[in-house]
């Protein structure tokens, strides 16, 4: 599956909070934001629109 966060920028959010984040984290965050898109992209599609928007999420 194809990444879809910058590492970068979510190690520094983790880094401001005052905690870390594993490499083994990276992946995981990245299919939970995959999964969050598909069930957005189902939505959208059954009120018969092609574009996710906000209400979607």
Do not use: H, P, Q, W
């Not at 401001?16 to 992946?27: Q, R, T």
């Amino acid at each position: 599956m194809a990444e879809l966060i910058v590492k970068s920028k979510v190690r520094e959010y983790a880094k401001s909070k005052g905690v870390s984040f594993s490499a083994e984290a990276d992946d995981v965050l990245s299919d939970v934001v995959a999964n969050i898109l598909d069930r957005a992209g189902e939505r959208a599609k059954a009120n018969n629109r092609s574009t996710i928007k906000a209400r979607d999420l």
